[in-house]
């Protein structure tokens, strides 16, 4: 039985969390709080599994009562967002501040999209009761000047050829992409990346990442052509596969079916991969809930591109890369630190042996 404590400012979202959570009977919500300070005593007395948290409440502002929790009582929290471009920016906050997830809301009138939205609430609250969140916050490093480019240094890989670097991830992707990319050297070969998030929210995250890395980090726009130092985030809904069109490889875009539970979904980006760029590609599949990229991981080994997974130990929710693992997709599994290393040591092998 996982114990939900709700806190949100709205009787409404309070009472419609409540119905929408015990709609499983696996969930059982133990209180629900009008704002921190009222949260505050209620985390320490029915000790949650989970906290949903709105961002926009009185007294105190979710991000800074979300930023106490992590410091002091490290507890997993699911944001409750709105789809604006405010609700985006500080919900990417909130998961450097160490939120598992987010749930946008609906509307206001919370019509048309209920069913939806209690199905997302109750995946993603069963998916943090099982995430490693003091582990998470055991290993946090001090951030670093918020904005400031990381200085990469060049690498040795030839990028004329070639050569292309993937990304897939869902449940803990935010932080998990952020510290792969400002691994990786401002020179490298193009990235893909496919990371689970609604429309809405995915400019706002590559704008952060653009923020705090040495790539140049973009939204994937159709037919626009790859290049050396860039990095293309799948739009929010919709897919993300690469190309080759004119003699250049290009991000194709597209919103057709669902695949693996999700659009974007990591399977359709690295099966593209493993089609269009094969072995001159090397892949890794990141923390996230499922088993979304494994069949495509598995398809870019079998193409004979280089392979990684996150382990365990670092990884918020070990679901896809455990999939990955599992189905004989990864090659090697490293700590999320190493991940960029890897796979620039990877192109350089491919390189070299050409």
Do not use: W
């Amino acid at each position: 039985m996982i114990k939900v404590l709700i806190v949100d400012d709205s009787a409404l979202i309070r009472s419609v969390l409540e119905t929408l959570l015990s709609a499983d009977p696996n969930i059982h919500v133990v209180g629900t709080a009008c704002d921190p300070m009222d949260a505050r005593g209620k985390i320490k007395t029915l000790n949650p599994d989970v906290v949903t948290l709105d961002i926009e409440m009185p007294n105190m502002n979710g991000l800074a009562f979300l930023e106490k929790i992590m410091r002091l009582r490290p507890t997993p929290v699911v944001m409750i967002s709105t789809l604006t471009q405010k609700g985006a920016r500080e919900t990417l906050l909130a998961l450097e501040l160490g939120a598992v997830d987010f749930v946008a809301k609906p509307g206001h009138d919370l019509e048309g999209g209920l069913e939806g939205f209690g199905r997302e609430v109750r995946e993603k609250v069963i998916a943090a009761s099982q995430s490693d969140v003091k582990g998470r916050a055991m290993a946090r490093q001090p951030a670093s000047g918020a904005g400031a480019k990381r200085a990469a240094v060049p690498s040795k890989v030839n990028s004329s050829r070639k050569a292309l670097i993937a990304l897939g991830a869902s449940t803990g992707g935010v932080e998990a992409i952020k510290t792969v990319l400002s691994g990786l050297p401002k020179d490298c070969p193009p990235v893909v990346i496919a990371q689970h998030m609604p429309a809405g929210f995915t400019e706002r995250f590559a704008s952060r990442l653009n923020e705090v890395s040495g790539l140049t980090v973009v939204e994937a726009k159709d037919r626009e052509p790859v290049k050396p130092g860039h990095a293309y985030i799948a739009p929010g809904g919709a897919h993300l596969r690469v190309e080759y069109s004119s003699g250049q490889l290009k991000c194709r875009i597209g919103e057709d079916e669902v695949v693996s539970g999700h659009r974007p979904s990591v399977d359709v980006l690295f099966s593209s991969v493993a089609k269009q760029v094969g072995d001159f590609a090397v892949g890794a599949i990141l923390t996230g809930m499922g088993k979304d990229g494994a069949q495509g991981l598995l398809e870019m080994r079998q193409a004979g591109a280089y392979t990684i997974g996150q382990s365990q130990s670092s990884a918020l929710i070990y679901g896809m890369p455990g999939a990955a693992k599992a189905l004989g997709a990864v090659q090697e599994e490293t700590k999320i630190e190493s991940i960029a290393s890897k796979l620039i040591s990877a192109l350089e092998a491919k390189r070299d042996a050409a």
